[in-house]
């Protein structure tokens, strides 16, 4: 088993990562259908559905550094309804370890600072289309 340090997961537009991340999250849902019938012996019974996903990153806004993926990028992707390529990787991969691509959607984009606080930001992306899985 390949333990690694969470740190070294990011998230990607394009080949980009996107900066001062502190949080990155993918969350993949499989919708059922219900089939039930009266002849299910009061069990109720499923058929696989709908997949989707969406990924999550959250972070330290440095409105000074332009050079890399900010708030303020997803901020023009948001506004633009732009839709996105995503990766959900480390930098590099060693053999044997995934990383999911997919296009999406920015559906949530936040930004807060509270007093004697870092001002910080999150973003959720909707995925959409297939969410394909590249293993090194």
């Known amino acids: 088993m390949a333990i690694f340090n969470g740190t070294d997961l990011g998230v ?5 990562l ?5 949080d990155v999250s993918l ?9 039930t019938t009266k002849d299910s012996a009061a069990f109720r ?3 696989p559905g709908v997949r989707s996903g969406s990924i999550s990153v959250s972070g330290l806004i440095d409105y000074v550094d332009a050079s ?3 708030f303020i990028d997803l901020y023009a992707a ?5 839709v996105l390529s995503l990766k959900f990787s480390k930098a590099t991969l ?4 995934a990383s999911f691509a997919a296009s999406a959607f920015i559906t949530s984009l936040e930004q807060s600072g509270g007093t004697e606080d870092t001002a910080s930001y ?5 995925l959409t289309g297939a969410i394909d899985e590249t293993v090194a």
């Open 12 to 16: 990607y537009i394009g080949t980009t």
């Open 18 to 22: 996107i900066a001062a991340a502190t």
């Open 27 to 35: 969350t993949l849902n499989a919708e059922t259908i219900d089939i």
């Open 45 to 47: 019974e499923l058929l």
């Open 68 to 70: 890399n993926k900010d």
């Open 78 to 82: 948001w506004e633009t309804r732009a």
């Open 94 to 97: 060693a053999t044997g370890e």
């Open 122 to 126: 999150s973003a959720t992306f909707e």
